[in-house]
RNA sequence: GGCCCCGUCGUCUAGCGGCCUAGGACUCUGGCUUCUCAAGUCAGCUACGAGGGUUCGAAUCCCUUCGGGGCUACCA
């Protein structure tokens, strides 16, 4: 097995890529990229009632999102190509005509009523349901029967008897029974070709090496290999299969709406970084081996093997995907942390995007990186800087009107309007001599009415350099502001 | 129903016959720190689904059982 390695990520975009489909995308990146060989994306648009160009759209955008490059495909061509399925649809029923020739394949006349009618027998008498082969052998004149009464006919796949045997990566030697893979369609009656064909037919004709896929597809493989064997592969020409386990909701089966959200577009509304989802889901399913949980893309190309993918299915974890996410946040550089931030003040209105106003958020970004989890946060965080007219939450509203608070605003007020530094040291040190050390106030509620008055909330960040950043004149204008309550 | 896959803390995992009185991370609980919130730091809770074997010795190998999941389309 010396040929260059070629692994395909091949989709069918019938709604936002989830989880589970990156996860699946990222461990084809990433063994590509680990072997030095060749990463191949696929469009799987078969299906045309399900497939739409907007989603086709969405799945570009979010591989590239996510910094998953490929070497072939949409967009960046390759000598394979077209890589839509639904350009290539010339190839598939010439396959299909070839395999009929070669009766590899026959035509297929049941009406979706009577292969219904045969598998509702089937259950009924508890055998394997399947299609029980019934056009295998048609005569000359049935066939005219049938064309005469204007039946369509499917391309059907001819399942020999025996078995087929394979060897997945992650869950070692496979065998499946024929008698238990019935003869399966290749083409619709309208000639348009199934997924049965179009995969195994691309696959072979784009050079693929290695298959990393969902465990879904683990009992369709025969019948993959059985179209490789029609198309005249030896053995050792087959591709290798590696079934990777599935990333499941919270609580029961596959993840869904109800368990944490599955569409990748949200997570990327939400402020996730690309790197974070990365990283997260490379640990779902697969490990390092060594206790590490950071893991750059780099490294993660470095380290992957299919051999330690796990064959159990994972849970996806909200939690620990914030958690990484929060991490990862931290160890950006201010630059890099403020060109992510910023669409997202911008869109949430906080700032229009004036040079004055990303020069503050770039002060201010220090001060926050280590309080948040998403980006979506930020807005909310750093509003207090940018409002002319400070509106303080209702439910802190009493703890700066009563009298108390008076007292401790009249005072810092007094003692801030000599500041001439307005440095968050310097203010630091003249409220506390003046609140805590003469008034023998405690740091929580002396301070506590003073972040109230200026940044409007009981939390905010660290308040002096809130203040600085606020500037004086508009502190000072807060706490008169408050002090009039 | 049939065929197939899977089974270590709540979750993700390490483990591949002795190094395991089972390690790490997230979560959770409590403490420290502290101008709020975070961050940081310390401690704690909690797991080999069950039952049989094999072996001097099993989380690791075999069998059974139970549980979870997938497939069973003119979807992919």
């Known amino acids: 097995m010396s040929r260059p390695v070629k692994v395909r990520f091949a989709p069918s975009p019938t709604g936002d890529l989830h989880v589970g489909n990156i996860r699946t995308a990222l461990f084809d990146w990433a063994y590509a990229r680990h072997t030095g060989g060749t990463f191949l994306f696929r469009i799987e648009d078969t299906d045309t009632t399900r497939v739409t160009d907007e989603y086709i759209k969405a799945a570009i955008d979010t591989l590239r999102w996510l910094g998953l490059d490929w070497d072939e495909g949409p967009e960046v061509g390759g ?23 070669q009766k590899d394949a026959y035509y297929c006349y049941c009406t979706p009523q009577e292969l219904e009618a045969v598998r509702e027998a089937q259950r009924a008498a508890n055998q394997a349901p399947g299609y ?19 039946r369509g006919a499917v391309v059907r796949m001819r399942m020999p008897e025996g078995s087929t045997t394979f060897d997945d990566l992650i869950r070692g030697e496979m065998q499946f029974d024929h008698r238990f893979v019935p003869d399966f369609v290749l083409a619709r009656a309208d000639g348009s070709p199934l997924y049965t064909l179009a995969v195994a037919v691309d696959d072979v004709l784009m050079k693929v090496t290695h298959i990393l896929r969902g465990e879904d597809l683990l009992s369709s493989t025969p019948r993959q290999i059985r179209v490789y064997q029609a198309m005249g ?43 974070a989802i990365c990283n997260y889901l490379a640990l779902l399913g697969w490990s390092p ?23 159990s299915p994972a849970r996806f974890d909200m939690k620990k995907l914030e958690a990484i996410n929060a991490d990862k946040i931290r160890a950006l550089s201010i630059e890099d942390f403020l060109s992510r931030v910023l669409p997202f003040l911008i869109k949430a209105e906080v700032i229009t995007g004036t040079p004055d106003e990303i020069e503050l958020v770039k002060r201010a970004l220090p001060i926050i990186q280590e309080r948040i989890i998403m980006l979506s946060e930020v807005p909310a965080m750093l509003n207090f800087l940018f409002v002319q007219e400070l509106t303080i939450e209702s439910e802190s509203l009493s703890k700066v009107n009563d009298a108390d608070a008076k007292v401790i605003l009249r005072r810092s007020l007094k003692e801030l309007e000599l500041v001439s530094d307005w440095r968050h040291t310097m203010i630091e040190a003249v409220l506390r001599t003046s609140l805590i050390d003469e008034m023998g106030l405690k740091p929580r509620v002396a301070f506590g009415a003073v972040r109230i008055a200026t940044t409007g909330s009981t939390v905010s960040p660290p308040l002096f350099e809130s203040m600085e950043l606020l500037g004086k004149e508009a502190s000072l204008a807060r706490i008169s502001a408050a002090l009039a309550l």
């Open 132 to 150: 029980n082969g019934h056009c295998r052998e048609l005569s000359a004149e049935q066939i005219t029967e049938y064309k005469a009464q204007e």
């Open 289 to 311: 081996g060594d206790n590490r949980e950071s893991v750059t893309m780099r490294e993660l190309c470095e380290l992957f093997t299919v051999e330690k993918v796990n064959s």
């Open 79 to 101: 000598d394979n190509g077209p890589y839509l399925q639904s350009q290539r649809l010339d190839i598939y029923t010439q396959w299909a005509h070839t395999f009929i020739e």
């Open 233 to 275: 592969l030896k053995e050792q020409e087959y591709p290798v299969f590696a079934h990777l386990p599935f990333v499941m909701g919270a609580d029961n089966a596959k993840l869904s709406k109800r368990n944490g959200e599955v569409s990748i577009a949200w997570y990327r509304d939400k402020g996730f970084l690309p790197e």
